[in-house]
């Protein structure tokens, strides 16, 4: 009996595999998806240039080879980095999101131009200022006070405080795209 729960899971799981699969190749037949079919994907459209600096570099985090195009391997990763990655992976991820000129270090103009983007793009109210949660985020986390946040003060510092691993969390949190999709998904079938 105890095996019949898990294969009606590693069902349910190629079910919504082929159901990813099956909307991606609707939308990128080509089996490549470039930027402008992802913004399309994702119903991105009539974004400031900020916030299309800003999914231009969310789409360059998902390319992992970069080759200019996300094919479903990376999309599939993509996806279940959002959906089912740890605290681990997903701040590695937010780091490299962040570091816009690749540099290894998160400036404050940086990490600024991203919160000011991920709030355009998510259309959700904050309480706080984008610059003063860019001013938090570097009190709390710029250990040697240079005015960049290295690979490691980053991971350290959000993983201490719990506060500002909930603020990151929630800034970065993608699932009403999912659950678009999800509902386009529903559609196809």
Request: proline content about 1%; glycine content about 8%.
């Amino acid at each position: 009996m105890g095996n019949s729960s898990g294969s009606s899971i590693e069902e349910l799981q190629a079910c919504e595999s082929h159901q990813w699969y099956k909307k991606f190749m609707t939308e990128c037949p080509s089996g490549l998806l470039t930027f402008y079919e992802f913004k399309q994907f994702f119903g991105l459209r009539n974004l400031s240039d900020a916030s299309d600096a800003y999914v231009k570099t969310m789409f360059t985090t998902f390319d992992m080879n970069d080759d200019g195009f996300i094919d479903f391997m990376e999309y599939v990763a993509a996806l279940s980095l959002v959906l089912k990655g740890g605290v681990q992976q997903k701040l590695r991820w937010y780091f490299k999101l962040y570091d816009i000129d690749g540099s290894g270090c998160i400036d404050r103009d940086e990490l600024l131009l991203i919160i000011k983007s991920i709030r355009a793009i998510n259309g959700i109210p904050c309480e706080m200022s984008a610059e003063d949660f860019a001013n938090m985020v570097f009190d709390k986390i710029d250990i040697n006070g240079d005015g960049e946040l290295s690979y490691e003060e980053f991971m350290e510092g959000v993983q201490k405080d719990e506060m500002l691993l909930k603020m990151l969390t929630e800034s970065l949190d993608l699932s009403h795209i999912i659950q678009k999709i999800q509902g386009e998904i529903k559609g196809i079938k």
